[in-house]
T-cell receptor, first 113, second 109 residues
């Protein structure tokens, strides 16, 4: 248990569906991140939020839409995804955006059919 | 930009063996860290080690920043050590944590 909780753990969705991934941390951290982990590839940074403000969007397609209503919660809204978007989506948090002592959630295994 | 390269890509050990994992990084980095991802996908932060040596039980890590490499030592390996070990570092602006491709470790009893 790292203090970062992601739900759901597994998700299967069709290409026309809309779904959301949720991440929650109660570590008092100010920075939260979304990463994508595909098979045989390094973890790819998607979004960075610092004090609820988005500070980094790593050229992510608009079918992925992040939302950070407060420093403890982070969402990733999904719509009209493609099969190649199937991956493990990991949320992380750290005290500041320097990534020192980053904690990761257990991830959401997403399958797009 | 920063590149993080890990070796070996795969490692198979018998329980009780020792191993050394290596991470080379291409430019000045900050916040060099080692993570372990278990078979269920959970990433655990093992060490924050921008320089020097740290030890935690059977694991230890050494970073020689001037020579741009870091080593993770696993002694007396156990089956629970299996998983993927990642090295990661931030760019100088601190805006991105760049991961290597990982070393997949399999420890058999």
């Amino acid at each position: 248990e790292t203090g970062v909780t992601q739900t759901p753990r597994h998700l299967v969705m069709g290409m026309t569906n809309k779904k959301s991934l949720k991440c929650e941390q109660h570590l008092g951290h100010n920075a939260m991140y979304w990463y994508k982990q595909s098979a045989k590839k390094p973890l790819e940074l998607m979004f960075v939020y610092n004090f609820k403000e988005q500070t980094e969007n790593n050229s992510v397609p608009s079918r992925f839409s992040p939302e950070c209503p407060n420093s403890s919660h982070l969402f990733l809204h999904l719509h009209t995804l493609q099969p190649e978007d199937s991956a493990l989506y990991l949320c992380a948090s750290s005290q500041e955006t320097g990534y020192w002592g980053a904690f990761f959630g257990q991830g959401t295994r997403l399958t797009v059919v | 930009g920063i590149q993080v390269e890990q070796s070996p890509p795969d490692l198979i050990l018998q329980e009780g063996a020792n191993s050394t994992l290596r991470c080379n990084f291409s430019d000045s980095v900050n916040n060099l860290q080692w993570f372990h991802q278990n078979p269920w996908g959970q990433l655990i932060n093992l060490f924050y080690i921008p320089s020097g040596t740290k030890q935690n039980g059977r694991l230890s890590a050494t970073t020689v920043a001037t020579e741009r490499y870091s080593l993770l030592y696993i002694s007396s390996s156990q089956t629970t050590d299996s998983g993927v070990y990642f090295c990661a570092a931030t760019n100088q602006a601190g805006t991105a944590l760049i991961f290597g491709k990982g070393t997949t470790l399999s420890v058999s009893s």
